[in-house]
């Protein structure tokens, strides 16, 4: 996949237009080199790509065109493009849609000059209007970070002119800023923590694992708060000493600066951040220094994983079970896995850390694929928090109450001591069904097939599937009676309405995603959680994650049989995580030991009793072993076929034409189930039907799909997306 190439000789190029594949086109004056970003004619077009190799000849020699021109970046190396084309095979995604993961940073190659623009001392402008306070406060969020004058006017909030308006007061100045300033430097040795007990042997493995300059995976276990962090950073350590660079990978690096500050306090500057919330001039500059060594440790979202990294020594996948690494729309990849595609290509270490792995990787551990690092206890003298359960079928609540009486009663004690509670509820709005009590019509989603959810503080109704939204009726929509229609069951808002009632002394917090403009606000929401900006914090599972409400010491969950329903093979997995992720959240601060009270009706299921406390590693077999029975994942290989189109007929029809076209699948042992509504069967006024592809490990499952899929001629107003590896089965 290497070489260069001589002005006029055939070289194939990869752009990332959608119907594109590698094309071969004449090497431009001066010549091009594989990996070169270059620009390519393309019809009338002129696009992006990347040389990817010499051309396949298959195209008349006379009609072919010529690159272009060679932009000025850094060439894509050899062991991305390798990455990329795996990730594409293993996916079945085609390579375009793979390449554009890799060339998110906007102004690629040809970035428009950054300047940096700063604030001038002592020259404060006459008029200081509201818009032009808003441009100040902006650029001290910049922190004097490079930043062009058309992003601060965006993230002002303000037209053009008055951002020109201050320069021209002399207010703020404006410099060219050179354009690839390198990342503060990180001091692996500024601020070593003393590692204790379980800690000391499990960095000395990380660290050795870095050492040691080759692949490897291994899985680090330990209850929240255990210093599992502490550890990995241990690992980060070593890379920096050795020159290389690290990636870690967090769930909700967007909403929290807690690891930053951390990072911060160990090694004496930030890393850089990379996710959705990031400037573009910022991303741009990171992209290129990634590229060039002058970043040496990320912290990012899922698709860090396909920065341009010089000499990547570690990669590390914090909260690994988390459902968020799998991107659900476009390229369907689960970051976890990709992470660790990626670091055996690059030859590095990867670590999965988890409170709660999946079950993937809790059986890639006991099988000997990965190594396991297990952290026993609590650091220091924070001791996991007490767990019951509260069996809510004695309690008799009313029609719209769904907090029980002891669970008050704890609250209340938490008031009195000036700590804070957390209830947890996984449902976002205000009740999650809106029926009519004269005919018992359900208020169902336009477009999808799902319900609407009442948001009172929009005061609409929402499609969780597609966003649709619309007022509440006053008559319902079936049979015109007036006046009835109802909300039934709780939302985190109606839950917020029941904590008002009981508790109308204490300062309530909802922390639920949708109740935020954006993610800076929800982030700061955190923060002041978190100093102590109120009793009670009512939320979503955004309150599962990482974050550190030191007050904390009471853990309230609401329904915990929410995710135990339907018949989803993960739910008692998914449902033991996010329980035990929440409940992880009491009790943190040493000397207060926390409390988390699961509401349940069914406290002698076997998922409620695991959670509880029952013995971790004995329900892990559990679950592994009804897998193994049933020939499911990890122990089998799953693929879901997603058909979808305006027309439910066409999608059932070409469903059942693939369903019987099996021959490819026959041939390697597989079988196919469906097609079936998928698990949603209706989004955006497209029906979706689903086929399920079940195979055996070892299997080669994809070059069978992908023979299999081809046989069927599509119509043009139906999509086909393949999903490896699922996550609903
Ligand atoms: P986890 O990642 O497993 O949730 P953390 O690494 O965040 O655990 O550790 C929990 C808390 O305990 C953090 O505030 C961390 O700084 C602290 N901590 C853990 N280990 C040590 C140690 N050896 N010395 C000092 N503080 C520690
Ligand atoms: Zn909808």
Same mark, same amino acid.
């Given at each position: 996949m290497t070489g260069r190439f001589a002005e006029g000789e055939r070289v194939g190029v990869l752009t990332t237009e959608p119907l594109g594949r590698v094309l071969d086109y004449r090497a431009p004056e001066g010549g091009c080199g594989s990996g070169d970003y270059v620009v390519v004619p393309l019809g009338p077009r002129h696009v992006m790509g990347v040389v990817w190799g010499p051309g396949e000849g298959g195209f008349d020699a006379a009609k072919l065109r010529g690159v272009e021109r060679v932009l000025d970046a850094a060439p894509m190396r050899e062991e991305m493009r390798v990455f990329l084309a795996r990730a594409a095979d293993y996916t079945l995604t085609p390579l375009p849609a793979m390449l554009r993961l890799a060339t998110r940073a906007p102004g690629l190659g040809d970035p428009p000059t950054v300047r940096r623009v700063y604030r001038a001392s002592g020259h404060e402008p006459a008029r200081l209007t509201g818009p032009r306070q808003r441009v100040l406060d902006a650029l001290e969020a910049y922190g004097g970070a490079p930043v062009t004058l058309a992003e601060l006017s965006a993230e002002a909030g303000v037209t053009g002119s008055v951002v020109k308006g201050l320069v021209k007061a002399g207010a703020i100045l404006e410099e060219e800023a050179p354009r690839d300033l390198p990342y503060p430097p990180l001091d692996p040795g500024a601020a070593a923590v003393r590692l204790e007990g379980d800690q000391v042997a499990a960095a000395e493995a990380l660290v050795a694992a870095v050492a040691a300059d080759r692949y490897s995976t291994t899985l680090l276990k330990g209850v929240t708060g255990s210093g599992k962090t502490e550890v990995y950073l241990e690992a980060v350590a070593e890379c920096l000493r050795r020159g290389r660079q690290a990636l870690v990978l967090l769930p909700e690096i967007a909403l929290t600066s807690e690891f930053l500050a951390r990072v911060e306090a160990r090694f004496g500057a930030r890393p850089a951040e990379w996710h959705s919330g990031v400037t573009a001039t910022e991303r741009r500059r990171l992209w290129r220094m990634v590229s060039e060594g002058g970043a040496q440790f990320v912290a990012g979202a899922r698709s860090a994983l396909f920065l341009p990294f010089r000499d990547l020594g570690l990669i590390v996948v914090d909260e690994e079970h988390d459902t968020s690494y799998k991107q659900e729309e476009g390229a369907l990849y689960n970051a976890r896995d990709m992470a660790v595609l990626r670091a055996s290509i690059c030859g590095c270490p990867a670590v999965l850390a988890s409170a709660t792995p999946s079950l993937e990787s809790w059986v890639n551990a006991a099988q000997g694929r990965y190594g396991r690092l297990d952290l026993g206890a609590r650091f220091g003298a924070a001791e996991l928090p007490e767990m019951h359960a509260l069996d809510m079928r004695p309690e008799k609540l009313p029609a719209n109450r769904w907090i029980s009486e002891p669970l008050a009663r704890s609250v209340e004690a938490r008031i009195a001591r000036c700590e804070q509670s957390l209830l947890f509820l996984n449902r976002r709005g205000y009740a999650p069904v809106t029926i009519c009590r004269a005919c018992g019509h359900q208020i169902g989603c336009d477009h999808c097939d799902a319900r609407m959810v009442e948001h009172r503080f929009q005061k609409r109704l929402v499609c969780h599937q597609c966003g649709a939204t619309k007022p509440m009726p006053e008559a319902c929509p079936s049979c015109g009676v007036e006046g !009835?229609? /109802?909300?039934?069951?709780?939302?985190?808002? !109606?839950?917020?309405?029941?904590?008002? %009632?009981?508790?109308?002394?204490? !300062?309530?917090?909802?922390?639920?995603? $949708?109740?935020?403009?954006? /993610?800076?606000?929800?982030?700061?929401?955190?923060?002041?959680?978190?100093? %102590?900006?109120?009793?009670? #914090? #009512?939320?979503?599972?955004? =309150?599962?994650?990482?974050?550190?409400?030191?007050?904390?010491?009471? =853990?309230?969950?609401? &329904?915990? &049989?929410?995710?135990?329903?339907?018949? &989803?093979?993960?739910?008692?997995?998914?449902?033991?995580?996010?329980?035990?992720?929440?409940?992880?959240?009491?009790? !943190?601060?040493?000397?207060?030991? %926390?409390?988390?009270? =699961?509401?349940?009706?069914?406290?002698?299921?076997?998922?409620?009793?695991?959670?509880?406390? %029952? $013995?971790?590693? /004995?329900?892990?077999?559990?679950?592994?072993?009804e897998r193994r029975v049933a020939g499911m994942p990890p122990y089998g290989r799953l693929a879901g076929i997603i058909l979808s189109s305006p027309d439910v007929g066409q999608v059932f029809e070409i469903g059942a034409e693939l369903a019987r076209a099996d021959a490819p699948l026959r041939r390697i042992g597989a079988q196919v189930f469906g097609p079936a509504p998928a698990p949603i069967a209706r989004v955006r006024g497209r029906h979706r039907v689903r086929l399920l592809v079940k195979a055996q490990k070892g299997a080669p499952l994809q070059a069978a799909l992908a023979e299999w899929i081809g046989q069927v001629k599509l119509p043009a107003n139906l999509r086909l997306a393949v999903d490896i590896d699922p996550q609903s089965f």
């Open positions: !009835r229609m /109802a909300p039934v069951g709780p939302g985190v808002e !109606r839950l917020a309405e029941e904590v008002a %009632g009981r508790f109308p002394q204490a !300062r309530v917090a909802v922390l639920s995603s $949708d109740l935020f403009g954006s /993610a800076r606000a929800l982030k700061e929401q955190i923060a002041a959680i978190a100093e %102590g900006g109120a009793e009670i #914090i #009512i939320g979503t599972q955004i =309150v599962a994650k990482g974050h550190n409400f030191p007050l904390l010491t009471l =853990v309230g969950v609401i &329904d915990a &049989d929410l995710g135990l329903q339907g018949s &989803d093979l993960r739910a008692a997995e998914r449902t033991f995580q996010l329980v035990r992720q929440v409940a992880g959240r009491a009790g !943190r601060a040493a000397g207060k030991r %926390g409390v988390a009270l =699961v509401q349940t009706y069914q406290p002698e299921h076997p998922v409620i009793r695991a959670i509880l406390g %029952g $013995d971790e590693e /004995a329900f892990w077999r559990a679950e592994a072993e």
